[in-house]
Each structure stands twice: as structure tokens, then as C-alpha cells.
T-cell receptor
Framework: GQNIDQPTEMTATEGAIVQINCTYQ??????LFWYQQHAGEAPTFLSY??LDGLEEKGRFSSFLSRSKGYSYLLLKELQMKDSASYLC??????????WGAGTKLIIKP | TAGITQAPTSQILAAGRSMTLRCTQD?????MYWYRQDLGLGLRLIHY???????GKGEVPDGYSVSRANTDDFPLTLASAVPSQTSVYFC????????????FGNGTRLTVT
């Protein structure tokens, strides 16, 4: 079966750095997405990786290793507004998105 | 503001009743999707449409139907609601291309009693 694993919950301090991991086992790979979802709101797109390496976008970076079936989302200079769930999703060989259950990130002052 | 509009925002529905969740987009995206989101689970695809006039079944299609008469609208119908359909429903659309992200509506919170 296809599977995406993420930690259920993480806690970090305002101003610090946090890394949210995502491991996947899918039938084929056609890209990995990260989304942010604030409580009670819709998911919004953060990043896309299809090649190995690091993609940087402001305070957020996303890394991919296809050989390890592994990605992480790195958030720097954490702000209170970064408190949200972070969803990892992989497009399989049929271009269908497989979603992880999400990581709830709690930021403390 | 361009994007996806879902209605209603929330609804309480008696078991056995029917209901249509509405979804409209103004981005002229060909692909549209319906997902349900339940606590502790990833988003699960109910139905999708790659272009107007075509629809397909996702991971959890039973109990739901969709239509795609035009590019903008993609309603989801529950013919006879059951309590297990209590969930938050998200409509989404995307441009063509494997790297195109999904754009989500604000969701409909449905409670079936």
C-alpha cells in the first residue's frame, strides 16, 4: 500500500528553527508538495519538490531525497502565525495525490 | 477575489436526507476535486474531474455523486446521508501539469445526525 508518515505534533519556540519530516512509500513518484493549514481554514500551497535537493523560499525551505523516500520542511525564525498543521503530499505514478495526516506545529513564546 | 467558493460553510443534516455541496471557481482551471478531511487522517479524494463533462472516482466515492456541466461548477451530492459522512469537505482546483498545486475552497463542515 501507499503511505505517507509525518509526526503528529511538534512544539517549537518563537524565533527558533524547526524541521518537519515526511517519509513516503508510494507506487512511483511525480513530485512532493507541502501545504500549510491553519485551524478551521483551507490548506494553502507552500512548496513543490521533484528533484533531489533543497528548495528555499524565504523563511521556508523544503528538501527531498528520492532514494530515501524522504522530505523535510524547514521553518526558520519562527513566528506565532506559523502555528498550523503542515501537510505532506506525494503524486504517485498515476499522478494521484497521496496525503499524510499532517503535523500540528505549536509555537510557544 | 479570484478563487474557489464553497457553500454552505456548515450544515447539520438528518440521516437519510439528501444534500448538495456547491463549489464554484473562477480561475478557469480544468481539474477539480472533492476531498474530505477527518481528524487523524490525510485528505481523502472522493471524486475528481479532469475537464468539463468528465468525472472520476477517487479513494472514497461511495455515497457521493458529482457532475461537471461546465468549467466553473463542481457540485457534490449526498443522496442519503449517513453519520459516517460527518466531515469537513474541501473542493479544490488546479491547472494542468504535474507541478501545479491545488487551490482549495474554505470548506464545508457537515454534521450528519
Amino acid at each position: 500500500g501507499q503511505n505517507i508518515d509525518q509526526p503528529t505534533e511538534m512544539t517549537a519556540t518563537e524565533g527558533a528553527i524547526v524541521q518537519i519530516n515526511c517519509t513516503y512509500q508510494t507506487s512511483g513518484f511525480n513530485g512532493l508538495f507541502w501545504y500549510q493549514q491553519h485551524a478551521g481554514e483551507a490548506p494553502t500551497f507552500l512548496s513543490y519538490n521533484v528533484l533531489d535537493g533543497l528548495e528555499e523560499k524565504g523563511r521556508f525551505s523544503s528538501f527531498l531525497s528520492r532514494s530515501k523516500g524522504y522530505s523535510y520542511l524547514l521553518l526558520k525564525e519562527l513566528q506565532m502565525k506559523d502555528s498550523a498543521s503542515y501537510l505532506c503530499a506525494v503524486k504517485d505514478s498515476n499522478y494521484q495525490l497521496i496525503w499524510g495526516a499532517g503535523t500540528k506545529l505549536i509555537i510557544k513564546p | 477575489t479570484a478563487g474557489i467558493t464553497q457553500a454552505p460553510t456548515s450544515q447539520i443534516l438528518a440521516a437519510g436526507r439528501s444534500m448538495t455541496l456547491r463549489c464554484t471557481q473562477d480561475m478557469r482551471h480544468n481539474a477539480m476535486y472533492w476531498y474530505r478531511q477527518d481528524l487523524g487522517l490525510g485528505l481523502r479524494l472522493i471524486h475528481y474531474s479532469n475537464t468539463a463533462g468528465t468525472t472520476g472516482k477517487g479513494e472514497v466515492p461511495d455515497g457521493y455523486s458529482v457532475s461537471r456541466a461546465n468549467t466553473d461548477d463542481f457540485p457534490l451530492t449526498l443522496a442519503s446521508a449517513v453519520p459516517s459522512q460527518t466531515s469537513v469537505y474541501f473542493c479544490a482546483s488546479s491547472e494542468e501539469g504535474s507541478n501545479s498545486p491545488l487551490h482549495f475552497g474554505n470548506g464545508t463542515r457537515l454534521t450528519v445526525t
